[in-house]
């Protein structure tokens, strides 16, 4: 018996200060002095000191025993209470206010042995308060606003990245990432001028749009590559999601999505393009060089567009919205120790279902997935697969005496592996090997007895194989070398049939004949080749140098000596912090793409590639933390150009090669000149920006300059972006010179047979303007949490005050009171007001 009480006291007095507490004194202390005081017991408290701060007192000697009881009834009269989490006991707020609060975990790992890493620095738009260390690699934000947050995760010695995470009331979100080892120094810098980066959270961007994602931007059809239509040098009508890029045509800008330039990736494409396929939600932001881009990049004479998908940190995150444009589905995920990840979305249009039928039904659809995983520590493999499949019927004139109709099916797959190895701290590489197909039948006639009777019938296919390895290796912070190839194999078939005979007015046009027939055919193939070098040197403390050469080859355009050298350099040199300088010079060429042969307009031959030479000089200044200026200045002197084919008087005609007005334009050289200021503020409620153009584009045709269908003498660009609590509201304006025109006149002549008859003669091409263009769109949009999700309901307003902007002429011939002939015309005009509303649920 005696030895069982020994027992019973020896286990009583070895149980750890949860069950015995010594009552002593606390009232009058601080609240810090006695939680570190259990926390030296080894009790799991944490807690931030901007709730515990130093001032804080014991206002009264508590009464309970237990340990947890004590804290609690220390806490109380302060507003504070305690919450588990994690096995830790968190110090939290406790009053009506916490109702709106949630809890972020950030876990940081090493990618290579996924050991937690030390010195984490983390930092978020919104801004978070000062989070917690609870261990190695571990920080807890114990109150954190129920949002949105872009979090940017680094730590000493590893790349920092960026992640999307919400946060929901009462809930606590969880974000793992993995880092890899920081790159060179000179790994980060981009040298090159003209480069502009527009993201879904941008203000880390070097030209920004406002701190706003690309769907919060008032752009027709909520489409990533329209938010291109607001940078400096882009011009663009606002009916096709295509622009041009100082001064070059809309097929001269590539189009890169994770790591893959994509083969013409839009919806309606023969109808002006109307949108893109790739879906807003579905990538992370885009990237936008306007010239001057380094050799990575080749095969283009004016831009490039970067996109990547997103990489999302939830294990499961779902999106579904329904607006006037497309019905869309999105789904995308990690594992649970992050070494896989995965995207799917689908998007339908609505148009069909909006549009009056007799207009008729245009019909499309788009699917992306990605679906990546970490083989290794230090190998990344992700499979990528873009469908888009268009059934398009437009009908511009249902009246049975002047019917005009047309449908186009087109079906678009790509596909494409990338292989990411990290060879040893200074050497990686990237592998891609692609595979594309594509297919498009477009059918279409028009029955006007008083303007023109023709039909078409137009089948293209096209396949692409293809493989491209990118190579970097730096020696040291001060070095970075790269290196890279491509091949592709490419086989085209075209069979075209196009026939038209005009009446009235565009019988008479000069140097027109009167009737159309065309029947063509063509099966071009062969392999295309590209080889660069490009070599960054940091040469000073504040200074870097780029040299780099291209060489590109394609051999189904049978040329002999087809193969092109281009030579580029950049230098950016930093006057003082938040000051820098940028100077590029390179030469550029785009060949004729396998599926450009203009077939339609009875060419059946390939032409050489393009040349152009691009000199950029530029200033970047930040004023202080929110502002910024960036002048730039830019020379592109074009040369072996390939003749191209426009209408002069509507370029929104259905069958547009089946027309009066068309006339081949051959020049032997171009050139585009222009200053481009741009004035940014970023701000997380307010946020605006500013650019203004002055440029000219010209071609040089039978030794005069004309100026470009699109050449635009001043352009204004203007934007505002405004966040308060879940409202947003955001303007875009853009009004820019009007764009060159052609006049026509009736001139009276002499027939075959000696009597007077009027023909029908245009002026020199492109030496009027239209009148100016002004444009005003918007968009508010606002959010509600659901505690499971959110759903965001909007209204989006194209060319808010309905301005009639002149695209096109329609010309007729008419006969006046007196027996005279004379020219009557009406106008056509770009985009009308188009309001748009919907939504997106996210849970």
């Not at 444009?325 to 120790?337: C, D, E, P, Q, V």
Request: net charge negative; proline share 5%.
């Amino acid at each position: 018996m005696r030895s069982l009480l020994f027992l019973i006291l020896l286990t009583v007095c070895s149980l750890p200060v949860a069950a015995q507490v010594q009552r002593e004194a606390y009232e009058g202390r601080t609240v810090v002095s006695v939680i570190e005081e259990f926390r030296s017991q080894e009790w799991p408290f944490a807690y931030s000191t901007n709730l515990v701060s130093d001032d804080l007192l014991v206002i009264a000697e508590p009464q309970g025993s237990e340990t947890l009881e004590i804290v609690r009834e220390i806490l109380d009269p302060h507003g504070l209470t305690l919450r588990s989490e994690e096995g830790l006991w968190l110090i939290v707020r406790n009053d009506t206010a916490a109702a709106r609060l949630g809890s972020l975990l950030i876990i940081v790992r090493d990618r290579r042995d996924y050991m937690p890493l030390d010195d984490l620095e983390i930092s978020a738009l919104p801004e978070l308060d000062p989070g917690i260390l609870l261990t190695q690699g571990i920080q807890q934000f114990p109150e954190v606003t129920a949002d949105t947050y872009r979090v940017r995760i680094g730590a000493a010695g590893y790349q920092a990245v960026e992640r999307e995470v919400r946060v929901r009331p009462g809930r606590n979100a969880e974000l793992k990432v993995d880092l890899d080892p920081a790159r060179r120094e000179i790994e980060n810098i981009t040298v090159s001028a003209s480069r502009y980066e527009i993201s879904r959270d941008i203000s880390t961007s070097r030209f920004d749009l406002g701190q706003r994602s690309i769907e919060t931007l008032p752009d027709f059809g909520d489409d990533p590559l329209r938010a291109t239509h607001r940078l400096p040098g882009a011009a663009a009508s606002g009916a096709s999601a295509r622009s041009h890029f100082r001064g070059g045509e809309e097929a001269e800008t590539g189009i890169i999505l994770n790591g893959q330039r994509l083969f013409d990736p839009f919806h309606v494409r023969d109808y002006q393009n109307i949108f893109s396929t790739v879906d807003s939600r579905a990538i992370d932001g885009v990237e936008v060089y306007t010239g001057g881009f380094p050799v990575q990049y080749g095969d283009r004479l004016s831009g490039v567009v970067l996109m990547e998908s997103r990489e999302l940190t939830r294990p499961r995150h779902t999106e579904v919205g329904l607006s006037v444009f497309n019905t869309s589905f999105l789904t995308a995920g990690r594992n649970a120790g992050g070494t896989t990840d995965w995207l799917f979305s689908a998007r339908r249009g609505n148009l069909d279902l909006v549009i009056d039928k007799k207009l008729g039904q245009p019909r499309y659809y788009d699917v992306f997935g990605k679906f990546s995983t970490w083989l290794t520590p230090d190998t990344r493999l992700s499979i990528n697969v873009l469908f888009a499949d268009d059934q398009i019927v437009i009908v511009t004139e249902s009246d049975p005496d002047e019917i005009e109709m047309a449908t186009s099916q087109t079906r678009n797959a790509q596909w494409w592996l990338v292989l990411e190895n990290r060879w040893s701290d200074t050497l990686s590489s990237s592998t891609v090997l692609s595979f594309s197909s594509f297919s498009n039948r477009r059918i279409g006639f028009t029955e006007d007895m008083e303007k023109v009777v023709s039909d078409v019938s137009d089948d293209r296919d096209v396949d692409q194989v293809g493989i491209r390895q990118d190579w970097s290796m730096h020696g040291s912070d001060s070095h970075l070398l790269q290196w890279g190839f491509s091949l592709e194999h490419n086989k085209a078939r075209y069979a075209y049939r196009g026939n038209a005979e005009f009446f009235g007015l565009r019988a008479i046009f000069e140097n027109v004949p009167t009737t159309i027939n065309r029947d063509l055919t063509a099966a071009p193939s062969g392999p295309s080749y590209a080889l660069y070098v490009s070599d960054k040197w940091k040469v000073a403390a504040r200074t870097i140098l780029q040299f780099g050469l291209r060489w590109d080859d394609q051999t189904y355009t049978e040329f002999p000596s087809g193969s092109q050298l281009s030579p580029r350099f950049s230098v950016l040199h930093a006057l003082r912090p938040g000051t820098e300088l940028r100077f590029s010079w390179g030469r550029y060429y785009q060949s004729q793409g396998i599926h450009e042969l203009q077939i339609e307009d009875g060419v059946t031959d390939f032409f050489p590639a393009q040349q152009a030479d691009h000199i950029i000089a530029g200033i970047n200044q930040k004023l202080g933390a929110h502002h910024s200026v960036r002048l730039e200045i830019f020379q592109k002197d074009m040369s072996d150009l390939r003749p191209r084919f426009e209408n002069l008087y509507d370029p929104l005609a259905l069958i547009p090669e089946l027309q009066a007005d068309r006339v081949r334009i051959a020049p032997t050289g171009a050139l585009a000149r222009g200053v481009e200021l741009s004035i940014t503020r970023t701000g997380q409620a307010l946020s605006w920006w500013a650019s203004y153009s002055l440029a000219k584009v010209t071609d040089t045709v039978d030794g005069i300059e004309v100026p470009r269908s699109w050449d635009q003498r001043h352009a204004l660009q203007l934007g505002l972006a405004w966040q308060v609590n879940n409202w947003d509201l955001s303007l875009a304006a853009h009004i820019r010179s009007g764009w060159p025109t052609t006049s026509l006149a009736l001139e009276e002549t002499i027939d075959p047979g000696g009597e007077p008859e009027f023909i029908a003669v245009p002026g020199p091409r492109n030496a009027e303007q239209l009148a100016y263009f002004a444009s005003l769109d918007a968009r508010i949009s606002r959010k509600f949490d659901l505690g499971s999700g959110t759903i965001s309901v909007f209204l989006e307003v194209s060319n808010l005050l309905d301005r009639n902007n002149v695209c096109c002429f329609d010309y007729d011939l008419e006969t006046g009171d007196n027996g005279e002939e004379f020219l009557e015309y009406s106008l056509d005009y770009w985009l009308p007001l188009l309001p748009a509303i919907g939504f997106l649920w996210e849970f």
